[in-house]
């Protein structure tokens, strides 16, 4: 999280969802962001390489809900870590 994927979430990801496809300055926020919450970069889950801990995807969750305020909804679409209480704290 912190060796690049927040700072790609936040100086790439979030402005790239405000653009208007073009190299304006306009901003244009979504309507509503829905994501995709894949917990199999989990450190604890055995299918990755990723090193990320729940309190990593707390982090996530706060920067997309300070960004969409309440326009944004999470599923869970993956994560494959059985070790009690790795997934659930997430």
């Given at each position: 999280w912190e060796s690049g994927y927040k700072d790609a979430l936040v100086t790439k990801?979030?402005?790239?969802?405000?653009s208007n496809g073009d190299s304006s300055n306009d901003s244009n926020p979504p309507d509503i962001l829905l994501v995709a919450a894949g917990f199999d970069a989990l450190e604890a889950d055995y299918t990755s390489s990723f090193t990320l801990s729940p309190d990593d995807y707390g982090e996530m969750g706060q920067l997309l809900k300070d960004f969409a305020g309440n326009k944004v909804g999470f599923g869970l679409e993956g994560g494959y870590c059985y070790k009690k209480g790795h997934l659930s704290q997430a």
């Open positions: 990801a979030l402005p790239f969802l405000c």
